[in-house]
């Protein structure tokens, strides 16, 4: 098992992937994923999701052709989840107590002018998928034209990276085994839905995937009602790409609790280590994602993320200073029948940035137990994709048409 993870994270850290944070399942649904973000890249769709199925995912994304313009080069991402029993009323004040926390924090932050909030503020304001050289090479310009040599400091990645550790706990990972004979007992509830269950891919409780209902099984106590879950996740992110004169490195914390897996909330910590190679600029910034998850039903959710809602100013070595735009995203799923989910979302949604609102729709349809089918429309762009389980391992792939290049992509998670 450990030579097989070893293994795993070797691959998709030398490997070559456009789009890879953004995972195969959700660019396959055509991007409209805020209300379903149950896998390890809900850092990037919506954080509250990392509450929700618990277990230990770790997932990669190759790209195999024809890259895009965004960024995304090497992506690697780990979530886990655990859950315990727990009243709703304990549940609700313990996330009121964390939130108060990190309210007066992010007061505090603000008072030192580390932080500010992300929306209304003067400036040069990008999307993530963008480049920030053009913005920070002016700077170089303005001073060449003004006569005087450029000044670079230089930023010291050890220094910024140990002041960030003071604000980062330890957590631990733990699935509990509790109702392991009740369990073995009900494992099928999960396989009878399904036109066929194959044989290299069984339901496991400790490691749900996409084709369980966690809701489904007879006896109560092994479901998610009246329990708490707790996750987190860590997502990398390192892109060399010339195409746009940017080196990317992005780090996401990622932290969120969930009641009964009907409510839950989340938040992502975002650490930007960016480079413009041809002038050999470093920049260095940070932001916070906040995100929510209202599942009224097993076949009624609603998503809601609001992105770079606090931040810092990236602040690069020539004195320049740019930052990633606020932006919010909404979206709903519908499960009119077990195997199908229907899904969509409005991203940009308050058209900030003087930028129009996109529209997204996807639709998975699962005929076998470890076999789902998918397309979708970003924004007019039509995307297909499947995913296939193998033992603890699921592949999925993505075809993305329209804006996106025919790009073809495929990742693989992995249910430790």
């Known amino acids: 098992m450990k030579k097989a993870i070893i293994l795993f994270i070797i691959i998709f850290i030398t490997s070559k992937a456009s789009l890879a944070i953004y995972s195969p399942r959700a660019m396959g649904m055509g991007e409209a994923f805020t209300a379903i973000a149950d896998d390890a890249y809900a850092a990037y769709w919506n954080p509250a999701g990392f509450a929700v199925n618990p277990g230990i995912d770790l997932a990669g994304t190759y790209q195999m052709n024809n890259r895009n313009q965004a960024v995304g080069d090497n992506a690697l991402a780990l979530k886990g989840c655990f859950e315990i029993g727990m009243d709703p009323f ?16 992010a007061v505090y932050l603000a008072d030192q002018g580390v932080v500010k909030k992300g929306w209304g503020r003067e400036g040069d304001k990008y999307a993530k998928e963008e480049s920030m050289a053009e913005g920070v090479k002016e700077k170089d310009e303005e001073a060449k034209a003004s006569g005087t040599e450029p000044v670079h400091q230089s930023i010291s990645r050890k220094v910024a990276a140990t002041e960030a550790l003071k604000h980062i706990g330890e957590g631990t990972i733990f699935v509990g085994k509790k109702y392991a004979k009740v369990i073995a007992q009900e494992m099928d509830q999960q396989g009878r839905h399904y036109f066929y269950v194959s044989p290299w891919f069984r339901p496991n409780y400790y490691r749900p995937t996409i084709w369980d209902d966690r809701y489904d099984y007879v006896a109560v106590e092994i479901t998610p009602m009246d329990k708490a879950q707790f996750g987190g996740g860590i997502t990398i992110l390192s892109d060399q790409n010339a195409s746009i004169d940017q080196d990317t490195n992005w780090y996401s914390f990622s932290l969120a609790s969930g009641w009964g897996e009907i409510a839950a909330l989340g938040a992502n910590l975002n650490i930007y280590d960016l480079r413009i190679p041809s002038i050999n600029i470093k920049g260095l910034g940070a932001g916070l994602d906040v995100g929510g998850l209202l599942r009224i039903s097993n076949k009624l959710m609603f998503g809601i993320t609001a992105k770079e809602l606090l931040t810092t100013d990236i602040k690069w070595e020539n004195g320049a200073i740019t930052r990633y ?51 979708g429309l970003s924004d007019n762009s039509k995307t297909a994709g499947l995913s296939l389980g193998i033992g603890q391992l699921i592949i999925d792939y993505a075809y993305l048409g329209g804006t996106f290049n025919r790009t073809q992509m495929i990742g693989a998670t992995w249910k430790i």
Request: aromatic share 8%; charged share 10%.
């Open 325 to 375: 735009q606020t932006q919010v995203n909404m979206g709903i799923g519908l499960k009119p029948i077990r195997q199908v989910l229907v899904a969509a979302d409005v991203h940009n949604l308050f058209g900030q940035n003087a930028q129009e609102a996109t529209m997204h729709y996807g639709i998975e349809v699962k005929p076998v137990y470890g076999l789902a089918l998918r397309a």
């Open 90 to 105: 304990a549940w609700i004040i313990g996330v009121g107590a964390v939130s108060l926390f990190a309210y007066d924090g």
